[in-house]
């Protein structure tokens, strides 16, 4: 884990921690690296409830709530799945802020309109989401690195 994300992990603390908030994340492509990068952070407990691994399409169904029809119609890397993804942690949990990544990271994987490196990403606090859909360059560990990095960064926004 590089220095800048843990930079970055613990700016998230200290601005959640400010606001008495509590953190939920949904990760598919990550694979759980921004709960790993979060709870690095000593003192993480104060201010993080639970991750959501859902890599899985019947995974984000029956832990998150995620409709299948969603799925089906727009497919798994999609903002309104991220969306649905971060509601459903916030649902599923005791946080009040959520956040949430899908895409794909590669080699494989690409279709049309959505290149290796496509991630959809959401944060919620139950009253407003916002999400993002951007195209990293790079291999998977790179892919996934940078969604790590704009899933803290985006946070940091959020909560501004």
Not at 102 to 124: D, L, R, Y
Request: glycine share 12%; charged share 15%; hydrophobic share 40%.
């Amino acid at each position: 884990m590089t220095n800048d994300i843990l930079d970055l992990a613990a700016q998230v603390g200290r601005a959640l921690q400010a606001k008495g908030l509590l953190l939920t994340t949904a990760e598919s492509c990550t694979g759980g690296g921004v709960s790993q990068a979060i709870t690095e952070i000593a003192g993480s407990t104060g201010w993080f409830d639970c991750g959501f691994v859902t890599y899985s399409n019947a995974s984000k169904t029956e832990l998150l709530d995620v409709p299948a029809a969603l799925i089906a119609q727009l497919g798994t890397v999609s903002e309104e799945v991220a969306a649905a993804m971060a509601s459903g942690a916030l649902a599923n949990s005791n946080a009040h802020i959520a956040l949430s990544t899908t895409g794909i990271a590669g080699p494989t994987g690409a279709v049309p309109g959505k290149p290796v490196g496509t991630v959809c990403f959401g944060w919620s606090d139950g009253e407003h989401t916002h999400t993002e859909r951007l195209v990293f360059a790079g291999d998977r560990q790179g892919v996934r690195e940078q969604t790590v990095v704009h899933a803290l960064q985006g946070l940091l926004r959020f909560l501004n």
